[in-house]
């Protein structure tokens, strides 16, 4: 299958990277979302995505309140992945930083991926919403520090045979949208192919419950994405730069499982791993 269209931060246009430096620095992240990358690969749109949701996103309020939905969730268990375990797959100090970091990028930047991507669904497709819970100014609020930039993640095709299946395994709740979708996250762990095996062994036979878990957290994020999409539709004055909506919403609706998914696996492995 097709891998899905991107367009990676080393190979950016200068008015697509400074979009991706700009969401980095409001999330505190390290690498620009995939759904984001995919959608610089569509001329204009990433752009108009930025003019219409960049100054909810700057302004920092909508990072403050989905993060708080996330702190009230418990993280699924899994086994633990603990000293020994990172030994023996080759996890040495500057590995257990550099994960550290992919972690603090993923479990900052997913939740907010998670909302943005809600109201860009709402407002592309022109869905009828719910009034939201509030439509007073929330205040500002600033971002956390960025961690250092992440390195450019391998490509599915160049990894081992038996890991590119291990990581289909764990992929198989992800919704269809007739294009491979590999969570930019395993590909980062699979730097370290003996890790990104053990991470997969201890998420798929928690498969079930990450489920859930992923429609408990998209559930929970419904009336923050209502808001959202109600702010930025009051000033909307410009369509989406498309054709034709049908592709581009059956990937956001995809998108809307696997980032909630996303934030529950982020949140899984960081709780498994040592302090």
């Known amino acids: ?116 991507i809600g109201a860009i669904r709402a407002l592309i497709s022109g869905a009828a919403l719910p009034e939201p819970a509030r439509r007073d100014a929330r205040p500002s609020a600033l971002p956390p520090p960025r961690p250092p930039d992440l390195p450019p993640p391998p490509k599915v095709a160049s990894l081992e045979p038996d890991l590119q299946n291990a990581i289909r395994e764990l992929c198989r709740t992800l919704p269809d949208i007739g294009v491979e979708v590999t969570p930019t996250l395993y590909r980062h762990f699979a730097i370290w192919p003996r890790f990104m095996m053990a991470v997969a062994h201890r998420l798929t036979a928690q498969l079930d419950a990450l489920d859930r878990e992923t429609h408990a957290m998209n559930t929970a994020c419904v009336p923050l994405i209502s808001e959202l999409a109600q702010r930025a539709r009051t000033p909307l004055s410009e369509p989406p730069p498309i054709t034709g909506s049908t592709d581009l919403v059956r990937n956001l609706e995809g998108f809307g499982y696997l980032i909630p998914h996303l934030v529950v696996v982020g949140r899984a492995v960081e709780a498994a791993l040592p302090e």
């Open 1 to 116: 299958m097709t891998a899905l269209e991107e367009v990676p931060v080393a190979t950016a246009d200068p008015d697509t990277l400074a979009i991706y430096q700009r969401l980095m620095s409001a999330t505190g992240s390290g690498s620009p979302a995939l759904i984001f990358r995919h959608m610089a690969a569509t001329p204009g749109l990433l752009n108009w995505v930025w003019r219409t949701l960049g100054d909810d996103v700057e302004a920092g309020w909508v990072q403050d309140a989905v993060w708080n939905i996330v702190a009230a969730m418990p993280p699924v268990p899994i086994d633990p992945i603990g000293q020994s375990v990172l030994a023996e797959t080759g996890i040495d100090a500057d590995a257990r930083s550099l994960i550290r970091n992919m972690l603090t990028s993923y479990n900052r930047m997913n939740p907010v991926n998670l909302v943005l």
